[in-house]
């Protein structure tokens, strides 16, 4: 299992410019997040879904818009990007069913996005 | 609105010692809480999960406690390796969300050989 993947690993992006993080995991997990980071603090959840077709706002989603017509695939859309968008992005999964393991999430390796 | 605190920002300590790294959080009401680790570049690994109803859990030379009255965990780790050098967060999953993890922002551990 490749586990959880993102692309690309690195872009520059100018102000007002459009992209797509790409997530993917081949786990058959039910629920995947966004995450940001910025420097030296914690991660704050973006979106979220729990399952195919539905996704709902965490604590940061404005400037971001997200989709989930797959399983595997929780691609996130800036549109109009600005500088306060400068961060580390995390993709992560959790299986979703009953039991301890249910709620243990894996991560994706991050992309490191900045605007300017 | 929950707020969660790491305790110190960073440690360097020389290779052997046992440490411990500490979280609080302010409500009390959480589903469980997550030690992660964070290496450079890399994703974040989870550690261990302590459900709301236990006290501690093991795993090899790591062992998390926590105390949920007083809205305390610790990570103990065991005769500390060069290769323990990461950071360490500590996230809560509310009881009143759709399980949404509230993160601190980590300790970064530094360990001498």
């Known amino acids: 299992n490749a586990g959880v993947t993102q692309t690309p690993k690195f872009r520059i992006l100018k102000i007002g410019q459009s992209m797509t993080l790409q997530c993917t995991q081949d786990?058959?997990?039910?629920?995947m997040y966004w995450y940001r980071q910025d420097p030296g603090m914690g991660l704050k959840l973006i979106y979220y879904s729990v399952g195919a077709g539905i996704t709902d706002k965490g604590e940061v989603p404005n400037g971001y818009n997200v989709s989930r017509s797959t399983t595997e695939d929780f691609p996130l859309r800036l549109e109009l990007a600005a500088p306060s968008q400068t961060s580390v992005y995390f993709c992560?999964?959790?299986?979703?069913?009953?039991?301890?393991?249910?709620?243990?999430?894996?991560f994706g390796p991050g992309t490191r996005l900045t605007v300017t | 609105k929950q707020e969660v605190t790491q305790i110190p920002a960073a440690l360097s300590v020389p290779e052997g010692e046992n440490l411990v790294l500490n979280c609080s959080f302010t409500d009390s009401a959480i589903y469980n809480l997550q030690w992660f680790r964070q290496d450079p570049g890399k994703g974040l690994t989870s550690l261990l999960l302590?459900?709301?109803s236990q006290r501690e859990q093991t795993s090899g030379r790591l062992n998390a406690s926590l105390d949920k009255s007083s809205g305390r965990s610790t990570l103990y780790i065991a005769a500390s390796q060069p290769g323990d050098s990461a950071t360490y967060l500590c996230?809560?999953?509310?009881?009143?969300?759709?399980?949404?993890?509230?993160w601190g922002a980590g300790t970064k551990l530094i360990i001498k050989p």
């Open positions: 992560a999964s959790r299986p979703g069913t009953s039991g301890r393991g249910a709620y243990e999430q894996y």
């Open positions: 996230a809560v999953a509310q009881m009143d969300s759709n399980y949404q993890l509230i």
């Open positions: 302590i459900q709301s």
């Open positions: 786990m058959n997990h039910n629920y």
